[in-house]
């Protein structure tokens, strides 16, 4: 048994020099063939890709691919230029290829004036912009003044005579109102629909709205602007008290005279109106003017 292994590891020992380093190569020959078979697609594909990207993006910043039409639809207040400044935009050099038509109009929306904003690509070359801009209805003075659209939502601060020269909203607490912007904007549009009723009635005609003021407890009070009459509305339906008030202003003012005040709050009976006229010639807020008792108005008519 001895003499055996003594042989065998004998054996083992005059294995040719040829045969063993063949079979040391063995393994490695293996690795060889498996690297080959896996590396090789691989640098294939990443060649492929390569010259694809390489492709795309000579394509994409070539001169034909570049934005040099540009249409714009719905704007005003806007010019054309803050809108493709808004977007990020450069007429000749920005690629249109690849361009996100979504983010260009979430950009040019975050403009102040901007309601809504659409985008559509149109190859090669060109940019549709269709574009809704806030419409300002009325100022609200929360500090500073604000512009108001008609759903209440304030977007920017006035900066043309004619922006200025809007109803004004008042009475409202900046604090409060910037601590729950949904109920501001609730309150907001309270005035604003007792705004767009004075002139449904056709009492812009007689005189012209100049403030609105909001309070928690009194609710509402209109001033004009040319007499400068108070009107006190309180929490009544704006619309029969609108009207009452026009039928009031039409026949039942003395002749020479203007509105000094008028009280149509009484929730018990809304027909009820307390009215005072005063000399026109007198400026408004001059004391000592009155010419005559206050008028009172009810459902059935106008009693002195």
Not at 38 to 61: E, F, H, K, Q, R
Not at 65 to 71: A, G, K, P, Y
């Amino acid at each position: 048994m001895m003499g055996h292994r003594r042989r065998t590891q004998r054996n083992r020992r005059r294995l040719p020099a040829g045969d063993r380093v063949r079979a040391a190569a063995r393994p490695l020959a293996l690795a060889g063939r498996l690297l080959t078979a896996t590396a090789l697609p691989t640098l294939l594909t990443a060649g492929i890709v390569g010259m694809v990207w390489a492709g795309w993006s000579y394509v994409a910043t070539t001169p034909y691919f570049r934005l040099h039409s540009v249409t714009m639809q719905g704007i005003d207040r806007v010019a054309r230029e803050e809108i493709l400044s808004q977007a990020g935009l450069e007429m000749g050099v920005t690629p249109t290829l690849g361009l996100d038509e979504a983010a260009v109009a979430a950009r040019v929306r975050a403009h102040p004036w901007v309601h809504v904003a659409e985008v559509e690509l149109r190859l090669p070359d060109h940019l549709s912009f269709r574009v809704t801009e806030h419409r300002p209805e009325a100022v609200v003075m929360l500090g500073q003044p604000y512009l108001s659209d008609r759903f209440g939502n304030l977007f920017a601060k006035p900066g043309t005579p004619a922006e200025v020269d809007l109803p004004t909203v008042t009475g409202l607490d900046r604090e409060a109102a910037l601590a729950d912007r949904a109920h501001t904007r609730v309150r907001v549009k309270e005035a604003l629909a007792v705004i767009r009723e004075w002139r449904r009635q056709g009492l812009n005609e007689l005189d012209a709205l100049s403030e609105i003021h909001l309070d928690p407890v009194m609710g509402l009070t209109l001033y004009t602007r040319d007499d400068g009459a108070a009107i006190r509305l309180g929490w009544c339906n704006a619309r029969e008290q609108l009207s009452r008030l026009h039928r009031l202003l039409s026949t039942g003012r003395p002749e020479g005279s203007r509105l000094e005040y008028a009280l149509m709050d009484n929730e018990i009976d809304p027909g009820w109106v307390v009215a005072r006229f005063v000399d026109r010639s007198r400026p408004p807020g001059t004391m000592g003017l009155s010419t005559g008792m206050p008028q009172q108005e009810t459902p059935n008519g106008t009693q002195g």
